[in-house]
């Protein structure tokens, strides 16, 4: 069973997110004005053409947000999202304005992606966002049921993203597009990733011994799975296990060296519990 973290560590590593994502979104998009969606797409729009500052936007443009978002979805729905868009505002009003990589086009793209990814991988993990369009999209499903939370979040972004075009022109718009894929592909690994193994599937003829030499050699459960080949009809028993991504290279070994003929499937697992596994995640929260 997944150890509880104290609330204090997860509003800390909130904090840390939204300061993450300030540092990226004022010292790396806004200088070079990549528009990659939501309130903060808004705001970098706003600072270019009238000067606004970003906290300021941010901040205006959830506030309303959050004053139809509390009756209607509640405090504990929105508690943990209500301190992290306090906290982004924050970072973006504190942390001291810096041309970081000056007009690089793509390192800005990519290394803000990358800082973004992470930020909002943290916030995230906690179970809260950043208000913006994520809270803007909850409300208007309430009212539009036949579009998902995410499509209708995803077409607000865009239009953000568009709106950048004509201001910016379109080749930071395409460097922002770069960003925003970054982003959704760390984000996703913060979420996941700190938790990823390998799941194998092994069907051999020797499935006994290959068995033994994954649980004696690497200290690993297998599990047996009664299984029949189609063509031939005949019954085999296909073994299952789950290992760390570090003693994969070792298990195939293993099997190549018990069985060279063994049939071997290999792919990703997220979210392992259990004996074996809790104890290494645990190591990394400490």
């Known amino acids: 069973m997944k150890r509880k973290i104290p609330v204090f560590w997860e509003y800390a590593a909130i904090l840390a997110g939204t300061f993450i994502m300030g540092f990226a ?9 990549l528009v990659t969606g939501g309130f903060t797409g808004i705001a970098i729009i706003l600072k270019n053409l009238l000067g606004v500052p970003l906290w300021i936007t941010n901040t205006l443009l959830n506030i309303p947000l959050f004053l139809v978002a509390i009756p209607k ?13 306090v906290c982004l ?3 973006l009003a504190v942390i001291p304005d810096s041309r970081f990589l000056a007009d690089d086009l793509f390192l800005s793209a990519l290394s803000g992606g990358v800082l973004n990814g992470i930020g909002i991988g943290l916030v995230f993990v906690f179970q809260a966002t950043t208000g913006g369009t994520d809270m ?6 309430r009212k539009i049921r036949r579009f998902s939370v995410m499509e ?8 953000i993203v568009i709106i950048g075009i004509p201001l910016f022109g379109i080749r930071r718009t395409l460097y922002a597009i770069i960003a925003i894929f970054l982003v959704s592909k760390v984000s996703d690994t913060i979420m996941e990733g700190l ?14 011994s290959v068995a033994d030499k994954i649980m004696h050699e690497l200290g690993r ?5 009664e299984a029949r080949g189609m063509y031939t009809g005949s019954g085999k028993q296909m073994l299952f296990c789950v290992v760390p991504k570090k003693e994969i290279a070792r298990l195939k070994e293993l099997v190549g060296t018990e069985d060279p003929d063994a049939f071997v499937i290999v792919s990703d697992a997220r979210e392992v519990f259990g004996e074996g596994f809790l104890e290494e995640y645990d190591k990394i929260l400490q």
């Open 25 to 33: 979104i004022k010292n790396l998009y806004d200088p070079i004005a």
């Open 89 to 91: 505002s924050l970072a």
């Open 195 to 208: 938790k990823f193994s390998k799941q194998v599937f092994i069907i051999s003829e020797k499935s006994e």
């Open 73 to 85: 979805l509640g405090w504990n729905f929105v508690k943990r999202t209500f301190f992290a868009t």
């Open 221 to 225: 459960g297998v599990t047996g799975i």
């Open 136 to 141: 803007l999209a909850v409300l208007l499903h």
């Open 152 to 159: 209708i979040m995803e077409v607000i972004d865009g239009l």
